[in-house]
């Protein structure tokens, strides 16, 4: 059985998407096309803004921050 989500959260408005819907795992084309503007100008970090510096000192420790684009050159 593969492990494929029925259901999950767009990545760019979190909004439930089913996997039957077409443009899955997106609710709509337009969120698709904002996602990937986001990965193309290497602004994608994570996916929810987070308010409390603390907490946003912890996930330095373990996430990486910005991708210094890598795949490039
Ligand atoms: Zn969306």
Known sequence: ???VPKALFCPTC???VLATDGDFPFCSDR???LDLGKWA???Y???SPILDPEVLEGLGE???HRRHSD???
Request: net charge neutral; charged share 40%.
């Open 1 to 3: 059985m593969a492990s």
């Open 14 to 16: 979190r909004k439930v």
């Open 31 to 33: 969120c698709r096309i």
């Open 41 to 43: 100008s290497g602004d």
């Open 45 to 47: 970090k994570i996916s």
């Open 62 to 64: 373990n996430m990486p």
């Open 71 to 73: 795949d490039e050159d």
